[in-house]
């Protein structure tokens, strides 16, 4: 894994293959390029920060965590809602229905170790259904640090549909570590919401109509302290964060591939009237694929 942005004093040697000190000799406090100046040294301290390594070598999960922390939220208020989501180079947000064809391993262990990070994964039922989801696992690489963070092992994952169409008698609700949460609007099917109720699941109205609001899930869920929030998608949900100016940051990996085709673009629906202007924090490199962050500005 490189990074390619923030662009350090670093970033040259690592893009060239060239043979920068590992996170053990740069480490914090470690003083491994004690004969630059201070300039020179507090860029290399930050070089030598969370998540920075020699060319090619794979990043811990540790180290990514580092890279992807939250920001610091103000006491008791407020929530960050962070989007992860993989593209190919033409646009493409899957591929025969499914986002895995568009991943590698390296995708793989970003998009571990951002719910490793998070409170609650919201998605959209249509990727619930098409992507077979499972519960979330505790993971004893993330546990120290969710402990520290006051979280529970495991993000819970929250369920955005309006009709409940969905197989109660999955792991997903049967057997989470923590309740999975279904996000829906007041005019949800009531034999539905009983049905989720019966099977553990616990479901929040969070819409006037049959139908969730976007800015109302993002609130509702900070009232219940899920306050670092990870959506995965699919494109018409994030769509609509994107349409309700509720979406903070998107976590995007662009995939080395292309598919051609009339698969989804990983946002969908209606159109904003302006589009949202985004100002990039970070970019990392692994095997062609780009793992890109960008802020709303
Ligand atoms: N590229 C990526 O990173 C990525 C990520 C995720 C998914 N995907 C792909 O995207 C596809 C699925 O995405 P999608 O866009 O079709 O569907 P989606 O956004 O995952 O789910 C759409 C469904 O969510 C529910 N929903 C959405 N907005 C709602 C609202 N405001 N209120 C209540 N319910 C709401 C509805 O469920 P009900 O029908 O139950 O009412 C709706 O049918 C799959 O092919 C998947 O592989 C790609």
């Keep these: 894994m490189r990074r390619l942005l923030p662009v350090t004093d670093m970033t040259a040697a690592e893009t060239e293959g060239g043979t920068a000190a590992g996170p053990d000799a740069a480490g914090p406090g470690a003083g491994g390029r004690g004969s630059a100046g201070p300039a020179a040294a507090a860029a290399s301290a930050a070089a030598s920060g969370p998540g920075y390594s020699a060319s090619g070598r794979e990043w811990s999960l540790d180290e990514l965590a580092d890279a992807y922390a939250y920001p610091a939220l103000p006491a008791g208020e407020g929530a960050w809602l962070r989007a992860n989501m993989v593209s190919s180079l033409d646009g493409a947000g899957q591929h025969d229905g499914r986002s895995q064809p568009l991943s590698s391993d390296a995708d793989m262990r970003i998009f571990g170790t951002l719910r490793g990070l998070a409170d609650v994964v919201v998605v959209g039922a249509e990727t619930v259904r098409l992507e077979g989801y499972r519960p979330a696992r505790a993971r004893e690489a993330f546990a120290a640090r969710r402990a520290a963070a006051g979280q529970g092992p495991a993000p819970v994952i929250a369920v955005v549909s309006a009709s409940l169409n969905l197989d109660f008698s999955l792991p997903l609700f049967t057997e989470p570590l923590v309740p999975t949460l279904i996000l829906t609007g007041a005019a949800a099917p009531p034999d539905r919401v009983r049905a989720a109720r019966a099977a553990g699941a616990a479901v929040l109205t969070t819409g006037d109509g049959a139908g969730v609001e976007p800015a109302r899930a993002k609130a509702a869920l900070a009232e219940r302290g899920l306050r670092r929030q990870l959506t995965e998608g699919g494109p018409r949900l994030l769509g609509q ?57």
């Design 241 to 297: 964060f994107v349409a309700a100016e509720v979406l903070d940051e998107l976590c995007l990996t662009v995939s080395p591939t292309m598919t051609a085709g009339s698969a989804q673009r990983i946002a969908g629906g209606p159109s904003v009237a302006v589009p949202t202007r985004f100002a990039v924090a970070s970019v990392l490199e692994q095997d062609g694929f780009l793992f890109t962050r960008y802020r709303r500005i």
